[in-house]
């Protein structure tokens, strides 16, 4: 890497650091890392908090990968993109900001999508909720759309360091849900609307 690209993929880790999923609800006066699950990711927020709250925090995390993703591809093309985006979940999983103690990074993996391949980003995200209100599980959601994500980027033509890229960013995101994993292959899994065993 040339030392544009190093220097967008380290903004986009420090953008990606910012989770709202401890933010929001500590203007609120909450402590996420004490309720329901304890994850600071907008499930958590949703099942202890409500559905306005886990709709901002889902903003608040699209919005930053869009940035990250945004500011890569401009600055220094598509696979520096892949790479600011890919470093903006690795933020939101283990935030610099918040301990290293950061969520599992489903609705940033979504955001910088949304900027590099529009159309993709929209389905995963109709995808993960048409499969939430089906399951009521948004690990099962998550995992099923990672699964089809690098198969749906070669469809869309891409190719080299933005598939490596995206390959980190989801086998990232899939390793963050080894809990629900686990949880899933017990019967024990949560559902949307109660909070974790």
């Known amino acids: 890497m040339d030392g544009t690209t190093v220097a967008v993929v380290v903004a986009g880790y420090l953008i990606g650091s910012v989770d709202f999923g401890v933010v929001v609800p500590r203007l609120l006066g909450i402590d996420i890392y004490s309720k ?3 994850n600071p990711g907008a499930s958590n927020v949703l ?3 409500g559905r306005g709250t886990a709709a901002i925090v889902v903003l608040g995390d699209l919005g930053k990968a869009v940035g990250a993703a945004a500011l890569g591809d401009l600055v220094a093309g598509e696979a520096a993109g892949f790479a600011a985006g890919a470093a903006a979940v690795l933020g939101h ?3 610099v900001w918040h301990s290293l103690r950061g969520g599992k990074g489903v609705a940033t993996a979504a955001g910088m999508t949304l900027w590099l391949e529009p159309f993709l ?3 995963m995200l109709v995808t993960w909720s048409v499969l939430v209100a089906a399951t009521k599980r948004a690990s099962v959601a998550s995992l ?3 699964v089809g994500y690098l198969p749906a980027l070669v469809a869309f033509g891409h190719r080299g ?3 490596v890229w995206a390959a980190a960013m989801a086998g990232l995101v899939t390793i963050r849900h080894f809990g629900n994993i686990k949880r899933l292959a017990g019967g024990v899994e949560h559902t949307v609307e109660t909070d974790s065993p």
């Open 36 to 38: 329901g699950s304890g």
């Open 47 to 49: 099942r202890s908090i």
């Open 93 to 95: 999983c283990f935030p």
């Open 121 to 123: 980003g929209l389905a």
């Open 144 to 146: 099923l759309v990672v």
């Open 161 to 163: 360091w933005s598939l």
